[in-house]
């Protein structure tokens, strides 16, 4: 079980995340333990400030298809993923699994 910040994802979003990713905890604020992943909404936040507060954690930022140069702003800050937000409810227990699985 990963522990996964969500950055910027809005309530309905979330729900879906949960129901997606039901084997894992999300939570929407800093702990006293750093997450396991950060899920961005690209849209909703600076990815620079996400990969600056977070550069040893494995980032995968989110956002729609129409939105090339937020996907590029996340690319640039050095997110590990970035997908557009349909790839995300598609693939989202596959990118986790990835993201968070140990370094060999």
């Not at 997450?35 to 600056?52: H, M, T, W």
């Not at 800050?77 to 140990?102: H, N, Y």
Request: hydrophobic fraction near 50%; charged fraction near 20%.
């Amino acid at each position: 079980m990963a522990t996964i910040l969500l950055a910027g994802v809005d309530l309905f979003f979330r729900g879906k995340l949960e129901g997606l990713l039901g084997g894992h905890r999300l939570v929407t604020s800093d702990s006293a333990h750093l997450p396991d992943l950060v899920i961005a909404d690209i849209a909703r936040v600076e990815p620079q400030d996400v990969a600056d507060a977070f550069p040893d954690t494995p980032i995968l930022g989110f956002a729609n298809h129409t939105d090339t140069a937020g996907l590029r702003r996340a690319h640039a800050a050095g997110f590990d993923q970035v997908i557009v937000k349909a790839a995300l409810v598609e693939r989202a227990g596959q990118l986790v699994e990835e993201l968070t699985a140990p370094v060999k």
